[in-house]
């Protein structure tokens, strides 16, 4: 009994429970369905309100529309409107008016912008007169950067190329993104494996550079051997082997050898275009700005520039990138090696005012200033003096002032000594090209590194007559044989000249023929004529010494030449041409053995002036000063050509 009283009283509990549960969730949902009626209500008046709200804001502003006065217009007598229209026409256009200009402007940079204007959209007259006063303004820094910033590229590379401008007009241009944190190796692998190989036009020695940069040096810089080495590392079959440890070589070296495989492909049109378009321009900024005291690696960064700059659609890219900026201050340089490719770049890419261009291999020692043309007219008539070296020499080098002591690095300190000519045919003749003589240096090895990287397909395969059809061609591109034109060679430069000579002579090409006919003189520094002694040498010791064609070329009484002699003189006596040739008479010593190259019955080519004098082979080029005789001769030839081409004599 008081267990069935006990279920009841728990069915009582739990029906109870259930009860109170039953009406708080009903009363939950009903309070919940009351407040989405309410959230609904307060929605629907709060728009009502807004509505209401908008169309009061509208009627508010039709009526405070209503409300404001019009405009109330008073007439003005015809002769205050007329003046009025007047003066609003003139500010259409300030520029066409002085008064606008001179409130636009402050006193003093009037005429400069003035100047600017001219320089950036004159006709060509007008264009060279405003660049060179444009090269003459003295400003501050901040009036010459605003004025550097809105050059056009004309006039950036005329100022760039006009003697003694001031350098703030060039404002240096910031690498980008993309090659600021990149390395330089890395870039320059990148950069040589894009350019094609396969082409016809390249030549053996392009492809043995570019394999040497790539396998010899890329792969042996720092960081590849650290990452080689790690590799290999991984895949020995015990870590306590250990290999030998290679060399590795230092990132100037590399860049050298890159920036030299580089040169050769620069000398191939398609090449050229491969390197604009990729990262070569800023990759060459930041190597400059990475080594900026290595005069070798800016040399060869200027010469690539000169080869990029023959194709006009190329100007632009190298504008862009800052390069007219960086060439302006390279060609201020007093290192030869850094201003003379320098300012054969400017000067190709200024060939619209420059008129000629120069193709690899062709230097223009001189004059440097833009606005002398050299067009042979009336106001720009002159001569042109063209300097050929010999076998292992260049323009770099070659025509130095005689060093006694053989104490002068030719290659690092070519320029910048008080007192010494490392390039006496630019300096001592500096006063008479900026008016009416042009000097112009050949570098017939237009593979070869100046520095040992020689290739060696390059003195095995290119013989005399190559040589000089190769030259001419790039001579007569210089405009060199428009007007009277001296040449001077030594050794086999001097033969060099001779074949261009006589070819020119007996071609149909009418631009050829007046080549021949306007050389007035040539000067020949020991040129072997009839061959050279190395011939009676052992011929095992002979071709050690002199592993070339040229030399191979050079037998004593050998017929070819016998016969090019023949010719020569020939052509000297049908054009009146004046020679005068100096023979050595001092042995040379080379790698331990004294030499005599030129015996004098060799040098002296039997026609013309012929004077012995006591130098050897390397010197006979190289005047110890001004009086010496080697220069004196060549000296008076020139001034005597400079007085027959004056128009106003004759």
Known sequence: MERKFAQVTKNKKMFAAIGTSSVVVSSGLLAWQVYQVYQVQCQVQQQQEEAQNNLSCHQLHQQVEQQVPKPQYIPMPQNILDSINQFEEMKLSPLETKED??????????????????????????????????????????????????????????????????????????????????????????????????????????????????????????????????????????????????????????????????????????????????????????????????????SLVGQIMSNLSLNPAHHLPLYKSGWVATLARWKASPNLLVSLPATKALANMDVDYGVHSFMPGIYLLGPQDRHVQHRNNLSNWGVDVVFVHGLWGGVFYTWRQQDKDNVRDCVTEVGGEEGYSYCWPRDWLEEDCKDHVRVLGCDFDTYLSQWGNNCPTQSYKQNLEERSEDMLAKLVQAGVGTRPVIFVGHSMGGLIIKKMLVSAQTSEDSNLLQFANNTKGVVFYSTPHEGSQIAKMNSVVKYFFFPSVEVQELEMDSPALLELNTYFKQFVEKFKTRVISFGETVPTRHMGVDLTFVPPESSNPGVGEFLTVPFNHMDICKPESRKSILFRKFYNLLWDCVDEAMPFVQ
């Open 101 to 298: 200009l001179k409130a636009m402007l402050p006193r003093h940079l009037r005429r400069a912008w003035r100047l600017l204007d001219q320089a950036n959209r004159g006709e060509y007259e007008q264009h060279l007169k405003a660049v060179r006063e444009l090269s003459r303004l003295k400003l501050t820094d901040g009036e010459m950067v605003q004025l550097a910033q809105s050059c056009a590229m004309r006039t950036a590379v005329g100022l760039a190329r006009t003697e003694g401008v001031d350098l703030r007009y060039f404002v240096p241009v910031p690498l980008p993104p993309s090659v600021v944190d990149r390395e330089i190796v890395d870039m320059f692998r990148e950069i040589l494996v894009q350019l094609p190989s396969g082409s016809a036009e390249l030549h053996d020695c392009i492809r043995y550079f570019t394999n040497t940069a790539l396998d010899q040096y890329l792969i042996n810089s720092d960081d590849q051997i650290i990452d080689n080495d790690i590799s290999e590392g991984f895949h020995r079959d015990s870590h306590h082997i250990k290999s030998i440890p290679r060399p590795s070589i230092n990132q100037e070296t590399i860049i050298e050898h890159c920036l030299q495989a580089l040169l050769s492909h620069s000398t191939v049109s398609d090449q050229c275009t491969v390197l604009v378009t990729s990262l070569a321009l800023p990759l060459f900024s930041k190597v400059v700005l990475t080594h900026p005291n290595n005069p070798r690696i800016k």
